[in-house]
């Protein structure tokens, strides 16, 4: 007896805590609620599914709405702070299918039952577009150079696997939309029916508004890239499937992702803003504006508090500005033969100032620039470097007064920032061999738009006298008694702290450029030009071709690399002269920093990176998301969510619903900075220029999507 009374004893105790376990863990009820939650825990076969989406959605508002969460290590979830609607709820995540939509409201406490799938297959259908396309296989190292139709079918302009990886992600295919998808992984029924997949694909990239522009980006790399796609896609009918993904985990669970419809199904986002860069508190509560680029001649408007969706129209001054042509090679197997795109504002970028007003690059005018412009005119940059032809220029929309100003440019626009200088100076990208500036002070002062803009060449100090002479043309040798200018042009554009301004230059290997305007832009203005590591003879620490780049409170450059990579970019490390005949651009390999994004590589690739290549970083100045200040994040395209990076490591912040999540930018609004985790987030938009190739297919709108952090799964 002795000895059983401790057994016994040891078991009661075992069960008492099991059973107290049991009723803190399993129990809905035992979940923190408030009226305006839904709560509950999600189990399987095995017991509670840990680091799935509980997924709410909703018609029943003004314009459609979702909001999706993440179970904690226990399986239990909570949905916070719902609008007054009834609700579909359900259940996704890897290894999981999903399980039956039950209805809700807020207030309920929901069980909910998760189904396994039945095989690799069926789970693999939610995986992020990077994981399938991880599954194509591009041309080794040793194809390279190409020899043409006659040879390997790749051009002998492309000489090394790095060109190729870039033309196939930032400098082609998923700078307009993912690869991978359902709508790019599978060839359309309605397509047609073809001998083989290289015709279907020859076809297929021929279709809609957009056909020229593909079959022109295949036949850079020439018909070896219509065989790769055609025996991507031919594996994955075989029933190839990638490795599957890792569930959320730690602060991965602590998500709360909110997604609003906007603008419509015909037509695609590039950009949406909140705030002003330089003070996140600008606009709290506000609306959401939106860029249609190409697509239509509106700004979508999103109203987060009453859940409204509205528009601005948007005007030109000149009648005679080109619209976006309705050619097309071949119908589009979504909208058969109707253009669906038609913008003459072409909007590509808005931002907004301290006053709340909404600025974006946006066409004004047909293409031809006035004659202060050009050469023969007594403007201080057109003395300098004149320019005939700009495409895309500057609008101002005043929300107050409802007024849209046009501003005409000699400089072409694409990105724009605002300086933290006293002029409000919006500096743009997009000029090509010049970078252009509005000083928004002058021109709000005098309505002068001649007098309130200027351009600058790129010239490099390359005679190391640190002054801005006299130069030599790119194609020209290298004299010692002068400067020369750069051939590049901004792509994006972020004024530092310093007061310099740095952009990302396109193109293999592209390039870093950090521009100091002077005391007398643009007669003192100079750059220096960095590229990245593409050359560096450890292949695990090559990286090249950067898109989308931003610049941290500390000057350092942050980018998003073809490679796979993001980069960051530190000038003080550099150990040789930042200027002078040997500063041409890989003179400081010590100063890049590499991290590979978290996506599989693709098949044929041993370098570094991944099959990942986010279109842009941002960097959260101001812990609007709550990871801490200067939080450097990735756009995540291939992974279908945000990619942060958090002391050297990835949060993985994906959207799983619906299929297809791919923003090109994103900003962080502080609604109420008493509010802890509620007063803020980061917000984005989704850009794909395909949005019926998301979950949902043709008919599926444009989403504006809202990122924040609680500081637990179940935090309220």
Known sequence: MRLLFPLLTGVCTALLAFTSLGARQGPAADIAMDGDDIAGIVTGPKGPEAGVWVIAETTGLPTKFARIVVTDDKGRYLIPDLPKASYQVWVRGYGLVDSPKTTATPGARLPLKAVVAPDAKAAAHYYPAGYWLSLLEVPAESEFPGTGGKGNGIQPTITSQQQYLRILKSGGCTTCHQLGTIGTREIPKNLGTFNTSVDAWERRLASGQAGAQMIGTMNQVGMRFFKEFAAWTDRIKAGAVPPAPPRPQGIERNAVITLWDWADPKHYLHDEVSTDRRNPTVNANGPLYGALELSADYVPVLDPVTHTASRIPLTVRDPNT???????????????????????????????????????????????????????????????????????????????????????????????????????????????????????????????????????????????????????????????????????????????????????????????????????????????????????????????????????????????????????????????????????????????????????????????????????????????????????????????????????????????????????????????????????????????????????????????????????????
């Open 322 to 716: 080109p619209a976006t042509p309705p050619d097309m090679a071949q119908p589009s197997p979504y909208w058969g033969t109707e253009p669906i795109w038609n913008s003459k504002n072409n909007v590509h970028n808005p931002m907004l100032d301290h006053l709340g007003r909404l600025w974006l690059t946006s066409a004004v005018r047909a293409f031809d620039n006035p004659d202060w412009c050009k050469a023969g005119s007594d403007h201080p940059s057109a003395k300098l470097f004149p320019i005939n032809r700009s495409s895309r220029h500057l609008q101002m929309y005043d929300p107050k007064t409802k007024k849209l100003t046009h501003i005409s440019t000699c400089f072409g626009t694409h990105h724009l920032t605002f300086a933290e200088d006293a002029n409000n100076t919006l500096w743009t990208s997009g000029g090509g061999q010049v970078v252009g500036w509005l000083n928004t002070k002058l021109f709000e002062e005098t309505g002068d738009e001649a007098k309130a803009q200027g351009w600058t060449a790129l010239i490099m100090d390359t005679n190391g006298n640190g002054k801005r002479d006299a130069y030599v043309e790119p194609n020209e040798p290298v004299d010692p008694t002068k400067d020369k200018r750069y051939n590049g042009g901004f792509y994006s554009v972020q004024p530092a702290p310093d007061g310099s301004i740095w952009g990302s230059v396109l193109g293999y290997p592209g390039a870093a450029v950090r521009l100091v305007p002077g005391s007398n832009p643009p007669e003192t203005t100079l750059v220096e030009v960095y590229e990245p590591p593409f050359k560096h003879p450890d292949p695990q620490k090559q990286g090249f071709s950067p898109r989308g780049m931003d610049v941290d409170r500390n000057g350092v450059v942050w980018a998003a690399l073809a490679s796979g990579h993001m980069a960051s970019f530190d000038r003080r490390k550099c150990t040789g002269p930042l200027n002078g005949p040997n500063a041409t651009g890989q003179h400081c390999p010590e100063g890049w920093t590499l991290y590979t994004e978290p996506v599989p590589q693709l098949k044929g690739v041993t370098a570094t990176g991944s099959a990942e290549a986010s279109y842009y970083t941002w960097v959260d100045w101001f812990d609007t998301l709550g990871l801490g200040t200067n939080t450097p994040i990735n756009t995540g395209n291939a992974s279908e969510g945000l990619l942060a990076l958090k002391d050297g490591k990835w949060v993985v912040l994906r959207v799983p619903y619906p299929l297809g999540y791919y923003t090109k930018w994103m900003d962080g609004r502080i609604d109420d900075p008493k509010a802890g985790w509620k007063g803020r987030g980061l917000w984005s938009t989704v850009s794909t220029r395909a949005p019926f190739h998301m979950e949902g297919g043709k008919g599926t709108a444009p989403k504006i999507v809202r990122f924040q952090l609680r500081p637990d799964p179940l935090a309220k």
